[in-house]
């Protein structure tokens, strides 16, 4: 079945620095969504990207989807101790709207 | 706070119990969506609802695992003979059909099989 990774598993960040973090899919992918869980949370919907090649941002960050939708990454400039939290990627299929999730990387701000 | 509420927050049980959980979507949403989440996982799909109607399920979702949205409004998800694998975080998520594509997770439920 599909497989959805993401890298890197974990992500120490000092604060102010900038970071990025991979989704790579073994299949072509439908759309991907973002997702933001803070420790303790639940899955918080970010955004989502549905055109190859598609750049989205909000604020501090930019969200791109690759050419041949195999592939999604995250960039986040100027880090902040709010963004730590585990990020999600997902493939949404468009029957059902179902999502296979990634594992996740998680990250954490150094002040 | 997204308006899906789980119940109970927590769950604890031994080996061989049944536990129930309920989910309730916000209004009006009508697709619902269960996954199940472990330690360090992202979250995994076990089943989801279109109104009443159950569309689809994953091969995660052994015999022993049920779950019901008999009305189109709240769902259950029974799991029965527990057993220690079955220890994870259970999500429930609602989607409004024809709108965005956001779906929108409760706080889950935490069951720890003893």
């Known amino acids: 079945g599909q497989q959805v990774m993401q890298i890197p598993q974990y992500q120490h960040v000092q604060e102010g620095e900038d970071f990025t973090t991979y989704c790579n899919s073994s299949t072509t992918l439908s759309n991907i969504q973002w997702y933001k869980q803070r420790p303790g949370g639940h899955p918080v919907f970010l955004i989502q990207l549905v055109k190859s090649g598609e750049v989205k941002k909000q604020k501090r960050l930019t969200f791109q989807f690759g050419e041949a939708k195999k592939n999604s990454s995250l960039h986040i400039t100027a880090t902040q101790t709010t963004d730590v939290g585990t990020y999600f990627c997902?493939?949404?299929?468009?029957?059902?709207?179902?999502?296979?999730f990634g594992g996740g990387t998680r990250v954490l701000v150094k002040p | 706070d997204t308006g899906v509420s789980q119940d109970p927050r927590h769950k604890i049980t031994k080996r061989g119990q049944n536990v129930t959980f309920r989910c309730d979507p916000i209004s009006e949403h009508n697709r619902l969506y269960w996954y199940r989440q472990t330690l360090g996982q992202g979250p995994e799909f076990l089943t989801y609802f279109q109104n009443e109607a159950q569309l689809e399920k994953s091969r995660l979702l052994s015999d022993r695992f049920s779950a019901e949205r008999p009305k189109g409004s709240f769902s259950t998800l029974e799991i029965q003979r527990t057993e220690q694998g079955d220890s994870a975080m259970y999500l429930c998520?609602?989607?409004?059909?024809?709108?965005?594509?956001?779906?929108?997770f409760g706080p889950g439920t935490r069951l720890t099989v003893l």
């Open positions: 997902a493939d949404r299929k468009a029957a059902g709207n179902k999502l296979t």
């Open positions: 998520a609602s989607r409004a059909e024809g709108s965005t594509d956001t779906q929108y």
